[in-house]
């Protein structure tokens, strides 16, 4: 709640003041991410952007999710361009600036070439891709199933994705179920609870534009409920491709020997986007 305090506090010193854009949901979210070497990272941000750090790392995170119903905020927008929805996948890692806390992407793949080319125009660094997934179920989509119509405990979550067009084609695929025994962190395990509150609870991002190398460092802030969040298990898991076409190389050689943090979330919804501004 005091993050989603802070971030209501910083949207009310911006200069931009509209929504851009809006989400129905993002949900059936994988959260995955390794500790690395803050001036490791440092090296690999924009002029203006410092590694955010925890319990000493900097970290680096893949996030695979459903983003539903993406259009214009405004309810004119959204008829004349009806809401979009896609798969996503993007490898990121969190950031300062001037004291504010972000997310900065290296990537993002995007199932909607609308979307991307969308999002590139803004210095987002979205790239086309073919993805598919497997669900249990679509917590906010329309027609909902029913809770005894849901699959058995020990269903495997799938996806898939490989880039397309022009740019190369780095590949991301992964497997998992949730870990049984409630729907959310346990709160005695009071580190991993705290770390992974600490990745999902980000209410800005931060790009360099153009083409995620600068010269103009811009803040965008975003609106949404808390994550709500589960344990999560993975079964199989090839980031090795996606995790070096980001630069890191040493994570996808394997020659991190950090197990990484791993949580699961079936989404939030309405996500609402502020304009990304100069800072």
Known sequence: MAEIEASQALIAQRYLKFRFMMHDAWENALFVHWPVSPERL???????????????????????????????????????VPPIDHLGANIRTYVRHNGVPGIFFWSLECSSTLASIGARAAGIPYFPA???RKVDFEP???????????????FTFEFFSRRTGIFNTPRVSARWRLQLGGSDLDEIHEDFTRRAKWFVERYSVYAAWPWGKGPLLLRGDVQHPQWPLQRAVIE???????LEAAGW???????????PHVCFSRGV???????????
């Open 249 to 259: 190389t040493e994570l996808a050689s394997g020659e991190s020997s950090s197990l």
């Open 130 to 132: 073919s993805m598919s």
């Open 140 to 154: 906010f989509a329309k027609n909902t199933e029913d809770e005894a119509q849901k699959a058995e405990p020990g």
């Open 42 to 80: 440092a090296e690999m941000l924009p002029r203006g952007l410092e590694p955010d750090i925890m319990d000493g790392f900097a970290w680096v995170g893949l996030v695979l999710l459903t983003e539903r119903g993406v259009s214009s905020s405004h309810p004119l927008g959204r008829i004349l």
């Open 236 to 242: 199989s898991l090839d980031a090795s491709e996606l």
């Open 269 to 279: 919804g309405p996500v609402e986007f502020w304009m990304l501004e100069p800072v």
